[in-house]
């Protein structure tokens, strides 16, 4: 598992592991290993997606690692060695996406969280440069997540009203399905997604804080399609 250009980045910089201390890591340490390699990996990646990084850029990206995702000292300073070491390696974003996809495959909540946070750090600087969304797009193709990041951009935009479509997307359905049937899709998709039940599949504790936004989109999405089927 920690094979590949995951494992290679993390290797560079595994002085400061997750966790600490020394041996062999379990498989849940793995996975969060994993993920939290992949991610700022192919963040790194992203940012020099339209062009060359700058200083501000990555102060921007310390800031949002502070602010946005609350990460402590010390795993601050393990994602900004991992997202340096990525940034200027010779291993593409796709290229962690494959590996990310195959490390989680049939976990399709993990997938959707890892786009929750790539789609939130690329519009740190607030836009989304077209080389971005073509990266992020591809990476959602591979995991079967179109409909989720369309969703998460228009949530990250500000979209005063995200169209009705779009909440049923998340919620994996359709319009014409029953409110019964809608509820029923919610509920297996929020017991898969509770952040919980992502940090036992793999998450690491230091990124709860996406899992809990993913946890309220999903909530806000049955909201809408509720509301919009109840009877007036």
């Keep these: 598992m920690l094979g590949g250009p995951i494992g ?6 595994l002085a400061n592991r997750i966790g600490g201390g020394g041996g062999a890591l379990g498989q849940l340490e793995q ?4 993920f939290f390699t992949a991610t700022f990996a192919m963040f790194g990646q992203l940012s020099k997606a339209d062009g060359q990084v700058s200083a501000s850029e990555i ?12 990460l402590d000292a010390k795993a601050r300073a393990l994602a900004i060695q991992i997202f ?9 974003f796709m290229d962690y996406a494959e590996q990310f996809q195959s ?22 600087d607030g836009e989304l440069h077209p080389e971005e969304d073509r990266l992020l797009g591809e990476a959602a193709r591979l995991f079967g997540c179109e ?24 919620l994996g359905c359709t319009p014409g399905m029953t409110l019964a049937e809608v509820k029923r899709a919610y ?5 898969k997604h509770h952040p919980d039940r992502v940090q036992a599949d793999g998450l690491p504790p230091e990124l709860l804080e996406a899992a809990e936004a993913r946890f309220k989109d999903i ?5 809408a399609v509720e509301k919009a089927l109840k009877p007036s």
């Design 31 to 34: 996975k969060q290993s994993v």
């Design 59 to 70: 102060a921007l990206v310390e800031r949002v690692m502070r602010e946005n995702l609350r």
């Design 187 to 191: 509920r297996r998709l929020a017991m």
């Design 84 to 92: 340096n070491e990525a940034k200027d390696g010779k291993a593409g």
């Design 8 to 13: 290679a980045v993390l290797g560079a910089v």
């Design 147 to 170: 409909s989720v990041y369309a969703s998460l951009k228009a949530k990250v935009k500000g979209s005063e009203a995200i169209p009705l479509e779009t909440h049923y997307e998340t």
């Design 103 to 124: 490390a989680f495959a049939g976990q399709p909540q993990m997938l959707a969280m890892l786009m929750e946070l790539l789609t939130m750090l690329a519009f740190a």
């Design 219 to 223: 909530q806000n999405a049955f909201d």
